[in-house]
């Protein structure tokens, strides 16, 4: 709502200034958005009467102007302009005014210097709308009210200050003049004038019957009639008011509708009484079938979920939405059916966005107008019409209320204020500050009965009047307190602690926290695959790492009215959103990419909301920047040893890795992660180099490690608190063993017979060397570990050791063939 | 030794010997010969010994004057000694550190940490006030009921207030009791779910992601985070919220930063409030950031709607409530001073490295 303090200051008068007046009304709760000076730039700029006109001498398009503006001199302006006529009152700018650019897009100024046009000297220019910055029409010069005072700076005739309201859907009633004004009344003690109406009633006219046939969604339809109307252009005033309001100024009945509309709040259509068959107004909904031209003259079809205003042979309205072409009010018009109606918000709403349709009125309408305002605004623009557009009028043609409206009566007390704004306010002033607002009231005993006013359909209960008091006493007026009272009892949330360790363990190692969006669509999912893979596996590892963490196969959740089909689904899959981005990264950037996100994906259920698992995703392109000291690449380990962190962080043991193949991942360079919950194994999460051809998809041309780990899965798995165990005092005895032996055999089976035979004196098996190569026999491979042993309780010696040594070696020959190296 | 000899030439001897060893040690620099000097002055066939021998020429009176003389000239020697011994050892350790000489000015190894999202981050700094507070952080579900996100929140079907929130919907079947399926286009819900669950006193905090069906700017994202909080007790006040949220924004901001409540609408809350702090860039002056308004608008609050208390079987009469809501990448963005909230989702590492 765009509100003209020149407008405004017919309802208040306003006695500060304008900022403070937009500082008030945003603090109670009318955001004032922003405060437009109409004209604050006019210098140099009068009101100009058109003395004399005469043609350029050299030139066909151009005129020279004699204007008028109150001084002795008469300048001579050159102008392209051909809609002015002497005498006609126009804004003259000399020069040293700025103007707007009316040929920049861009809103740009320009300050008039002298120009020479064709051999003639321009003394200044006559100015259209848009060079004033009050409209976009360049068309023509703008021809001011005749009666405008000549030689009057512009700015005082002109000038303005457009208020910007950026209005709450309660506050809906602010879409009127008058309620913006009772705001400002209220807020800065000032009265309220509300224009004064005056019922017309010339008994002969001819008559309007309505016929509600839907009381549901139109509680009140009233009409007026006016007749032998001119249809011409409205008044300059009227225009300008409109124009500030940001309406196009039509014709004078149109603009009366909308200026009363604008004032009041109600919506008014105006139809031409002769088109309007029987004089017969019917509001019903529209019947399958039925097509109605609307004013933008476009055909709609109608359905039987729209209301209409209809006569005995059809539609010609759609109501409080947009009128009929065939009914629409012309230049030959001369008998004019007014409507003021109220209709249900619903009905409107449904209407309006079935058809993509919205208007000033649907807007009012769908925030609800009292059916009470009706009359009122009818009698308001009857007496406009017949005023403005001349004629004779019959105010009260018709009114059919079918569904009175009951205003509840609230009741409320200090103690209500109390609690809610933990303030004292005394009932007495609570109600001094209800009643410039338009509350009435009665008092009984400690409690006040409130008669809310018809334009507040915002208030129902004790909670609305305790905000009406708050916001004109100042919400800065209430005091800060803590609150007081017994804290609720502490609740676990075991899956957003571990979230966060899990977060600062990825940080840890090296890794980027990204945020994706948990919108995609199937096709950028099934990137995943290579091409002609079909998303079902078999059972088998590869089909529980899917189960678990790559859902591929999962039918996902679409979107009903999605935006963009780019973000039409909810994911299934994350690690699509993560490819994408370290795609979108290594562009830019093709070393030391390690990106992770913690995030759901969604999995649906049956009449149930889908299950959001939380998965941990990560992935790292193989480049790394050369560095002298540093490893030239990541690998497929890289990844793995950021598992084993996981892994460690949480507390949990008990897992292992198994090769896997899986589609997505390099059918020799993947593993499953396989944690024991109990007695039985469970699939948590896949680590691996994604599939060449898969990476190929996403225009990534280097290797790429990732891993995905059920997050809630190892939330189950976590233990809280680490068990002390007390460091032994005793040294150790660590001794290197390298073996040959098949390189078939997965190095984790190697441990585990190690540790089988060593048994609880073999502190630790660390890993320092494989290698594969001319030293050792085809096919075998060389291992190399570290073996420390260590007692709790006392020195171990040579001979012990030895012993245990001998047992791993005889272990490691019987169950893999291995030789001593 | 020759008869005549006095104790004067016995000591000028001294005393020209230990400057004739004082010089030779000078200019000693390798082990080898510090041995020999050793021999040659302290050893037992060394100088001063053999000049001691000629003390049996002296008068018995003077001899113990020259032998304590002739033993201070030994015993500084030796000390001269040691001194050029621990000199030279340290020129040898010099020039050994010297040869291992590093160019400081190579770039250290890197530390190759990560680092969090400045979403999480300013999360993180959020929750950790509320906390503080006495806050307890519950998640809820991303994919909601129109039930939770709407129905319960004051918000029918259909009514006009439902148009501030632009909505995702899903493709299920909607339910009688839950409505249809849609995407939270706040943590509100979480707020119903804990109403539900809980009897009063309820005193929580609720981030998470929800969305909006608009277009992508510079200020707005069709998916953000949000963070809700809410307290229900007996006489909980505007004036605890008004105390609770200007602790926050002290918090958060600075304990300079001054906090504006004024009068707005949403439909969960009456009386509903807005919450402005004053520029922090230009200390309410008027700048570029808060469009030359002084103010930052970063949250929404109010008093918790008493059909909203209905919806979960609190009493009104008996409890109150106060709400809050507010766009965790909104207050990012006025911390860190970005200027799109694209950025956030764009996930560039040169973006995300900034923050810490």
């Not at chain 1, 021809?143 to 002109?158: C, F, H, M, R």
């Not at chain 1, 001819?206 to 249809?231: F, S």
């Not at chain 1, 009041?264 to 399958?288: K, M």
């Not at chain 1, 809610?420 to 410039?436: F, H, N, Q, S, W």
Request: proline letters at 7%; aromatic letters at 6%; a negative charge.
């Amino acid at each position: 709502m765009r509100v003209s303090l020149r407008w405004l200051q017919e309802y208040v008068p306003v006695n500060l200034p304008v900022e403070e007046l937009a500082h008030l009304l945003t603090m109670a709760g009318i955001e004032v958005a922003q405060v437009i000076h109409v004209g604050d730039f006019w210098q140099h700029t009068f009101v100009g009467k058109i003395v004399e006109i005469k043609r350029h001498p050299n030139a066909d398009r151009l005129q020279l102007v004699t204007v008028d503006y109150g001084q002795p001199e008469q300048p001579t302006l050159v102008t392209g302009a051909t809609n002015i006529a002497e005498g006609d009152v126009v804004p003259v700018a000399l020069l040293g005014a700025v103007l707007n650019d009316a040929y920049s897009e861009t809103p740009q100024r320009i300050e008039l210097k002298p120009v020479v046009l064709r051999g003639i000297k321009s003394e200044g220019m006559v100015c259209s709308a848009r060079e004033l910055g009050l409209g976009e029409d360049h068309e023509g010069i703008l021809i001011l009210d005749p009666s405008a005072p000549v030689g009057t700076p512009l700015q005082d005739y002109l000038g303005d200050t457009i208020l910007e309201l950026d209005l709450k859907p309660n506050r809906s009633d602010c879409l009127s003049m008058i309620n913006v004004a009772r705001e400002v009344a209220a807020l800065t003690g000032e009265r309220l004038r509300q224009p004064a109406t005056h019922r017309l009633d010339t008994p002969t006219l001819p008559t309007v019957r309505v016929d509600i046939k839907e009381p549901e969604l139109c509680a009140r339809y009233a009409a007026g009639v006016v007749i032998e109307v001119t249809v011409g252009p409205s008044p300059r005033w009227m225009q300008d008011r409109l124009e500030a309001a940001g309406m196009r100024p039509i014709n004078n009945i149109v603009d009366i509708t909308n200026y009363v509309m604008l004032e009041f709040g109600q919506p008014l259509h105006a139809f031409d009484y002769d088109t309007v068959a029987d004089g017969n107004i019917i509001v019903r909904r529209a019947r399958l079938g039925e097509r109605l031209t609307t004013l933008d003259g476009e055909k709609r079809d109608l359905t039987a979920s729209m209301l209409v205003i209809a006569d005995p042979n059809g539609p010609i309205a759609l109501a409080g939405v947009m009128g009929g072409l065939d009914t629409e009010v012309t230049s030959e018009t001369t008998r004019i059916l007014l409507e003021a109606a109220s209709f249900s918000p619903t009905s409107i709403r449904r209407t309006r966005q079935a058809l993509a349709l919205p208007s000033e009125a649907s807007k009012r309408f769908e925030q609800g107008v009292p059916p009470e305002l009706a009359p009122l605004a009818r009698d308001r623009a009857i007496e406009l019409i017949a005023e403005i557009a001349g004629g004779r009028a019959r105010s009260h043609a018709a009114d059919s209320y079918v569904r009175p409206q009951q205003r509840p009566e609230i009741e409320f007390s200090a103690e209500d204020i109390s609690r809610l704004l933990g303030m004292d306010i005394p009932l007495t002033v609570a109600a001094e500050k209800l009643r410039p607002l338009g509350f009435s009231y009665r008092r009984q005993n400690d409690r006040l009965h409130v008669a809310v006013p018809l334009h507040r359909q915002d208030v129902s209960c004790a909670a609305d009047l305790v905000e009406e008091v708050a916001r004109t006493v100042g919400y800065d007026n209430i005091p800060t307190t803590m609150p007081a009272g017994p804290l609720p009892e502490a609740r676990p949330a075991p899956l957003r602690v571990w979230t966060d360790r899990a977060k600062q363990t990825m940080v840890g190692a090296g890794f980027a926290e990204v945020i994706t969006y948990s919108l995609t669509n199937s096709a950028r999912m099934a990137r995943l695959l290579p091409k002609g893979v079909a998303p079902e596996l078999p059972a088998g590892p590869a089909r529980d790492v899917a189960e678990a963490v790559l859902p591929l196969h999962a039918a996902p959740l679409e979107l009903k009215n999605p935006f963009t089909s780019e973000a039409s689904t909810l994911r299934t899959v994350s690690l699509a959103g993560l490819l994408e981005t370290l795609a979108a990264n290594l562009r830019r950037q093709p070393h030391d990419v390690r990106l992770f996100e913690i995030a759901p994906v969604f999995l649906p259920e049956q009449s149930k909301l889908p299950e959001e698992r939380r998965l941990l995703t990560a992935v790292l392109g193989e480049s790394r920047t050369e560095q002298w000291g540093a490893r030239a690449v990541n690998t497929f380990y890289t990844a793995k040893g950021v598992v084993d962190q996981i892994m460690w962080r949480f507390g949990i043991a008990a897992y292992h890795f198994a090769p896997v193949q899986h589609p997505t991942f390099h059918p020799y360079r993947a593993a499953t992660v396989t944690a024991r919950q109990g007695r039985t194994d469970q699939v948590v999460g896949i680590v691996g180099e994604i599939n060449a051809e898969v990476s190929a998809a996403y225009d990534i041309d280097q290797r790429v490690l990732a891993l995905v780990l059920n997050l809630g899965a190892l939330v189950d798995l976590a233990r809280e608190t680490p068990q002390f165990a007390p460091p032994s005092r005793h040294p150790a005895v660590v001794q290197d063993l390298a073996i040959v032996l098949d390189a078939e055999v997965p190095a984790e089976r190697v441990v585990r017979e190690v540790r089988d035979a060593g048994g609880d004196l073999l502190e630790s098996v660390e890993l320092f060397d494989v290698y594969q190569g001319p030293q050792v026999p085809d096919g075998k491979r060389s291992l190399a570990y570290t073996l420390t042993f260590r007692a709790p309780d006392r020195t171990l010696n040579d001979n012990e050791v030895n012993k245990i040594r001998d047992r791993i070696i005889f272990k490691l020959q019987v169950s893999l063939q291995a030789t001593l190296r | 030794m020759a008869d005549g000899t006095t104790a004067a030439d016995i000591v000028a001897q001294l005393e020209a010997l230990e400057r004739e060893a004082q010089d030779k040690l000078a200019e000693f620099t390798s082990d080898s010969d510090v041995n020999e000097w050793r021999t040659a002055y302290l050893g037992r066939s060394g100088k001063v010994t053999q000049l001691l021998r000629g003390l049996g020429g002296l008068p018995k009176e003077e001899r113990p004057r020259v032998g304590q003389l002739a033993n201070t000239v030994k015993g500084r020697l030796a000390e001269a000694l040691e001194a050029r011994q621990a000199a030279i050892q340290r020129d040898q350790l010099a020039g050994a550190l010297q040869s291992e000489a590093l160019d400081v000015t190579l770039p250290g190894e890197p530390v190759r940490v990560g680092q969090l999202h400045p979403t999480s981050l300013v999360l993180n700094e959020i929750l950790g006030v509320f906390e503080r507070l006495g806050f307890q952080v519950v998640e809820g579900p991303e994919v909601e009921w129109d039930r939770y996100n709407f129905a319960m929140l004051n918000i029918p079907a259909d009514h006009p207030a439902r148009d501030m929130w632009d909505t995702f919907y899903v493709e299920a079947e909607p339910t009688k009791s839950f409505g249809s399926m849609l995407l939270r286009t706040h943590t509100s819900p979480v707020q119903v779910r804990v109403m539900e669950d809980t009897p009063p006193p309820v005193r929580v905090v609720a981030p998470g992601r929800v969305y909006r069906n608009e277009a992508t700017d510079a200020s707005h994202e069709a998916i953000f985070y949000q963070v809700e909080g809410l307290a229900v007790d007996e006489r909980t006040s505007m004036a605890d919220l008004k105390g609770v949220l200007t602790a926050f924004a002290h918090d958060l901001f600075g304990e300079k930063t001054r906090v504006r409540f004024n009068c707005s609408y949403f439909p969960f809350v009456e009386p509903g409030a807005e919450v402005s702090i004053s520029c922090h860039v230009c200390d309410g002056g008027g700048c570029r950031v808060c469009k030359h308004t002084g103010w930052l608008e970063i949250l929404g609050c109010g008093m918790v709607h008493p059909s909203v208390l209905e919806a979960v079987n609190y009493d009104p009469a008996r409890y109150s409530g106060f709400a809050f809501g507010m766009g965790v990448e909104r207050i990012a963005m006025l911390k860190y001073g970005i200027d799109d909230i694209r950025y956030f989702y764009s996930n560039d590492v040169r973006f995300l490295q900034q923050f810490r």
